[in-house]
């Protein structure tokens, strides 16, 4: 059997453990009120052909929405996600259904809000995502324009449109206690959605939770391309990790945007005991349900020449968990926070606990914005952690000679 025969359901439940959705009694049971609240309203997705926001818009595309546009600068992507709503068994309800090829941090987007009649609800899965992205100076200029200075930017677009929007943006189960770059920048980007500095008056929520299942650039989806190139697939040596499948991720996500109060993040109900799933087990899982048996290897090189190994057996390299940015453990709720109960059975609310003092992190806004603005401004990674630091006293850097591009 090859990846391309798997189902969906079959590639999540190897990682998850779970033949079904976590949160669905959740769901079915708030579906009638976020449906009521959806009614003739307009609806923005952003990030819309991602794999969390293809699964949120699947779901918006069955609630009778006046308007949902779904926007993304990942024009394939787009493409094949209005293909896929168009061709699939149920034809979309909303009234009007938009995709728009737009980069949400662009002046075309703050134009489409300025023009279009104002939207009720706008949710946002753009977002600078791998903890790779770290790797230099420059990359990490483009991770805090797109998660911290793209979203006031938006914000405050959107305040000046219709204040009452509510709106959404998905973050991370890496912003808790952050010891990446990546996580440190979605924790800046709490901070700036949840702020009043923007004046959006409406409900503003997030969501934190584990690694997706086979999601767009993920390991596990790392490994289907691999399978299919007849490349060894990689795997760090004695690392436990959440997961949940793209359906529970899509559903997590409404439930936090339509059903929590104002300055609310979602998170799953995962213990460890139970729900941390060891990333060796899941390899060995996968190459099985292929039809071949995992040949362990410790050297690169190996590995390599191992491609075209005997039928029957396929190459998976164990390496150390030493690159920069990587987390030995999973966790929702941050130094100083507390994981409430939400009136779910699956799920639990971090309230939000704002900043001690809003200069630090308006500074480090300020300082990005001027290093974008003048290309000849000198800047190093280091500066940019300073600031951040500066911001967030929980972040715990992990850094390393080695990087995540340095891998298989």
């Known amino acids: 059997m090859t990846f391309d025969a798997m189902k969906p359901s079959a590639l999540a439940t190897l990682a998850t453990g779970r033949t079904g959705s976590m949160f669905q009694r959740d769901y079915d049971a708030s579906l009638p009120a976020i449906a009521a609240r959806l009614r003739g309203a307009r609806v923005l997705v952003i990030g819309g052909a991602g794999s969390i926001g293809g699964s949120v818009t699947r779901l918006l595309a069955g609630i009778e929405a006046a308007a949902l546009h779904v926007m993304d600068s990942n024009e394939n992507g787009l493409v094949e996600l209005t293909r896929d709503l ?6 979309p309800r909303a009234g009007e259904l938009r995709f728009l090829p737009l980069d949400f941090t662009s002046t075309v987007v703050r134009r489409l809000i300025n023009s279009e009649a104002p939207y009720d609800a706008v949710l946002n899965f753009a977002a600078v995502k791998h903890v790779r992205s770290e790797k230099d100076a420059l990359s990490l200029l483009r991770m805090f324009d797109i998660n911290v200075l793209g979203q006031l930017r938006l914000l405050e677009a959107l305040a000046r449109r219709h204040p009452e929007t509510t709106y959404f943006s998905v973050s991370t189960d890496k912003a808790a206690n952050p010891v990446n770059l990546m ?33 767009d650039g993920s390991l596990l989806q790392g490994w289907q391309h691999r399978l299919s190139k007849r490349q060894p697939i990689a795997v760090p040596r004695d690392t436990r990790r959440y997961f949940v499948s793209l359906e529970e991720a899509g559903q997590l996500c409404l439930l936090a945007a339509f059903c929590q109060p104002h300055r609310s993040i979602l998170v799953p109900r995962l213990t460890p ?3 941390l799933h060891l990333l060796e087990d899941i390899a060995a899982d ?8 995992p040949e362990w290897y410790e050297d690169e090189g190996l590995a390599r020449a191992a491609s075209e190994a005997t039928a029957g057996r396929y190459p998976v390299l164990l390496t150390p968990l030493d690159t920069s940015g990587e987390k030995a453990f999973e966790e929702f709720a941050g130094e100083g926070e507390e994981a409430l109960e939400a009136g779910f059975e699956a799920l639990l609310r971090v309230p939000y606990r704002p900043l001690a003092l809003p200069e630090p992190l308006d500074a480090l806004v300020d300082e990005v914005a001027r290093l ?27 850094a390393s000679t080695r990087q995540l591009d340095d891998r298989v």
């Open 86 to 91: 168009r061709a699939g068994q149920a034809s």
């Open 183 to 215: 996580g440190a920048s979605k924790r800046l980007m709490e901070h700036v959605m949840f702020s009043a500095a923007h004046r959006l008056r409406g409900g503003i929520t997030s969501a934190r939770f584990a690694n997706v299942a086979f999601s």
């Open 273 to 275: 005991d139970t729900d």
């Open 286 to 293: 996968f190459v099985r349900h292929t039809g071949s048996e």
């Open 372 to 398: 974008l603005a003048d290309p000849c401004r000198p800047t190093t990674k280091e500066q940019l952690i300073d600031l951040v630091r500066q911001v967030l006293p929980e972040f715990a850097h992990t």
